[in-house]
């Protein structure tokens, strides 16, 4: 019987299977990235609580959408994907992707404990329903508290959980460099990726204008699509029936 030694050295990598729901949930992040961005440029969301309400009345998918209902799958993809990154690139710098991965757990927790649209869609439907002044006083007040619990940019909040991924794909793509799992041109697409996702932020602090937005979002949402390409493409060839081990890290 072989040892456990022996085992990893004739089937391969002992992280193939994690590799290959990696490689899906890559490609699930760059599909959900991108049909975000097409659905905020075609339908930009409501600049009200109440208009929110009427659209959410009015086309609940369209709501759900504009209200970040694709990163409920993205950030859900996050998971296999940083677990798979950290396999691959432990043996680069493993307190610092262990710190990386921490962080992205992190925050892809805060981002299922403070984004709910479908709580947002059953306010809308009890506000469409009530009679009376205070009841819909009070149906705003709550819709208002939970717009800003999703702490989501597009209502004017400090987007955490981004923030915390951002940071965490930014320390995977630098170890990057050090790996022989991974090219270096992947990890230049991601370091600049999540450069610009960080500093989305400190465009928001200093100006409203959106042609600034614009020169930061668009090249930033189509360089992270180009990472999660890349990644969920490398993660597919460690998850091929007999490919060896991973390669030794400088």
């Not at 927790?109 to 709580?119: D, K, S």
């Not at 959980?161 to 965490?168: E, M, Y």
């Not at 460099?177 to 990890?187: C, V």
């Not at 180009?226 to 060839?237: D, H, N, P, S, T």
Request: hydrophobic fraction near 60%; proline fraction near 6%; charged fraction near 10%.
């Amino acid at each position: 019987m072989l040892n456990p030694e022996a085992h990893s050295k004739a089937t391969g990598s002992p992280y193939q299977q994690l590799f290959r729901i990696g490689s899906i949930a890559a490609l699930v992040a760059a599909a959900a990235i991108l049909g975000e961005v097409v659905i905020l440029a075609i339908f930009p969301p409501p600049e009200t609580l109440h208009d929110w309400f009427v659209l959410l009345q009015s086309t609940s998918l369209l709501g759900l959408l504009d209200l970040w209902g694709l990163e409920i799958p993205m950030y859900l993809a996050f998971i296999p994907v940083f677990l798979a990154l950290a396999m691959a690139l432990k043996k680069a710098q493993p307190g610092l992707i262990l710190l990386a991965l921490t962080v992205a757990l992190l925050g892809i927790g805060v981002f299922l404990a403070t984004n709910n649209p479908f709580a947002m869609l059953a306010l809308s439907k009890r506000y469409a329903a009530a009679t009376s002044a205070a009841e819909k006083s009070t149906l705003l007040a709550a819709g208002q508290a939970l717009l800003a619990h999703t702490n989501q940019r597009a209502v004017g909040g400090f987007n955490m959980a981004l923030f915390l991924v951002s940071i965490a794909g930014l320390l995977m793509a630098c170890n990057m460099r050090r790996s022989a799992a991974f090219g270096s041109a992947t990890a230049l697409v991601g370091i600049l990726a999540h450069t610009l996702s960080l500093a989305d932020y400190l465009r928001q602090a200093l100006t409203a204008s959106p042609i600034v937005a614009l020169i930061i979002i668009v090249p930033n949402a189509l360089l992270l699509i180009a990472w999660y390409i890349l990644v969920g493409r490398k993660f597919a060839q460690l998850g091929r029936p007999g490919a060896t081990n991973l390669p030794p890290q400088s």
